[in-house]
């Protein structure tokens, strides 16, 4: 993954700019998160602080994304009061210990095998917000591989998801959690069968050559 620095940035440390042509998908669906202000399944949202501060439950939300068929956005910069959602934006002082590659180093130091993500600013309403783009596993599911400290809820071979209808992120408790997951893994455990057969020239429901047919050609 290359971070790009353009001018634009040079407050924002390493972080690439949503604003780059590049992104432009994903700033589409961080504004739209943004003007719904509403935590879903693949949205979630937590308060401006520093990265230390908050690394320990994105890793969770992260592990939990990464199961989750599509992906999944955590925004920093939007706070609870009263059971409203506010848009507070980030200040520079919480915003410049941000560094990609740290973010993306610790996020992948407690999950196997890994997860791919795209770490953004984003200027919105005049406020600067964090956001990080958590895509779905690749071939197999994410897994924690290590414990975390103790009250950060992260536990060596647990399995997160993100159960639908709750915005939160959780261990695998049931069967039905297991099963939706074990579904998408097949999915593409699938896909990637027909594309290896595509690619050596076989195709699905098509026999392969006949030696027998070779050796009687002429005959």
């Given at each position: 993954?290359?971070?790009?620095?353009?001018?634009?940035?040079?407050?924002?440390?390493?972080?690439?700019?949503?604003?780059?042509?590049?992104?432009?998908?994903?700033?589409?669906?961080?504004?739209?998160?943004?003007?719904?202000?509403?935590?879903?399944?693949?949205?979630?949202?937590?308060?401006?602080?520093?990265?230390?501060?908050?690394?320990?439950?994105?890793?969770?939300?992260?592990?939990?994304?990464?199961?989750?068929?599509?992906?999944?956005?955590?925004?920093?910069?939007?706070?609870?009061?009263?059971?409203?959602?506010?848009?507070?934006?980030?200040?520079?002082?919480?915003?410049?210990?941000?560094?990609?590659?740290?973010?993306?180093?610790?996020?992948?130091?407690?999950?196997?095998?890994?997860?791919?993500?795209?770490?953004?600013?984003?200027?919105?309403?005049?406020?600067?917000?964090?956001?990080?783009?958590?895509?779905?596993?690749?071939?197999?599911?994410?897994?924690?591989?290590?414990?975390?400290?103790?009250?950060?809820?992260?536990?060596?071979?647990?399995?997160?998801?993100?159960?639908?209808?709750?915005?939160?992120?959780?261990?695998?408790?049931?069967?039905?959690q297991m099963n939706d997951l074990l579904e998408?893994?097949?999915?593409?455990?699938?896909?990637?069968?027909?594309?290896?057969?595509?690619?050596?020239?076989?195709?699905?429901?098509?026999?392969?050559?006949?030696?027998?047919?070779?050796?009687?050609?002429?005959?």
């Amino acid at each position: 993954m290359v971070w790009l620095r353009t001018a634009n940035e040079t407050l924002m440390g390493a972080l690439a700019s949503a604003d780059l042509p590049g992104h432009q998908r994903l700033r589409e669906r961080i504004v739209y998160a943004l003007n719904r202000c509403i935590e879903t399944q693949d949205v979630d949202f937590k308060q401006a602080a520093a990265w230390s501060d908050l690394k320990w439950r994105i890793i969770e939300t992260a592990l939990a994304m990464g199961n989750l068929r599509d992906g999944g956005i955590i925004i920093v910069g939007v706070s609870q009061r009263n059971k409203k959602w506010k848009l507070n934006g980030v200040p520079k002082k919480f915003l410049e210990t941000y560094d990609p590659d740290i973010v993306v180093d610790q996020i992948n130091s407690y999950i196997s095998p890994f997860v791919d993500l795209e770490i953004v600013s984003i200027r919105h309403d005049g406020k600067t917000f964090v956001a990080i783009y958590v895509r779905e596993f690749a071939e197999v599911p994410l897994v924690c591989k290590k414990n975390g400290p103790q009250g950060t809820g992260l536990y060596e071979g647990s399995v997160y998801v993100r159960p639908p209808g709750l915005p939160r992120s959780t261990r695998i408790t049931n069967a039905a959690q297991m099963n939706d997951l074990l579904e998408l893994a097949a999915e593409k455990r699938a896909r990637r069968i027909l594309a290896v057969a595509s690619r050596i020239g076989l195709e699905p429901g098509v026999a392969g050559p006949n030696p027998f047919d070779k050796e009687l050609e002429g005959l």
